[in-house]
């Protein structure tokens, strides 16, 4: 069993900066691939960012080079650094994990979710 539990969400302009993290319970943390999804308010969940335990990583194309996913398997805890925000990108943010990676990044292989984090960027 894991717990998730994110953190770091908030009010930004556009432009601005926010970094999430994902706290995880329990020692499998590190096999498990983790990622992180969003929610907009009429939409569907929809796929961010997602990295193995080995580091690789993916992100969704409305996102690329602009946000950052990483982890620390010592602290139990993924990030994701999210730069450059649009107020497109206001959601509430989710932690998953799961396994393999690729299964994560289709949403199908999911296995835990957080409870999310509203993220809100005004224009």
């Known amino acids: 069993q894991v717990q998730l539990v994110e953190s770091g969400g908030g009010l930004v302009q556009a432009g601005g900066s926010l970094r999430l993290s994902c706290a995880a319970s329990?020692?499998?943390?590190?096999?498990?691939?983790m990622g992180w999804f969003r929610q907009a308010p009429g939409k569907e969940r929809e796929f961010v960012a997602a990295?193995?335990?080995?580091?690789?990583?993916y992100y969704a194309d409305s996102v690329k080079g602009r946000f950052s996913i990483s982890r620390d398997n010592t602290k139990n805890t993924v990030y994701l650094q999210m730069n450059s925000l649009k107020p497109e990108d206001t959601a509430v943010y989710y932690c998953?994990?799961?396994?393999?990676?690729?299964?994560?990044?289709?949403?199908?292989?999911?296995?835990?979710w957080g409870k999310g984090t509203q993220v809100t960027v005004s224009s």
């Open positions: 329990g020692r499998t943390f590190a096999s498990y691939a």
């Open positions: 998953a994990a799961g396994t393999p990676l690729s299964t994560v990044v289709a949403g199908f292989g999911v296995a835990y």
């Open positions: 990295i193995s335990w080995s580091g690789n990583i």
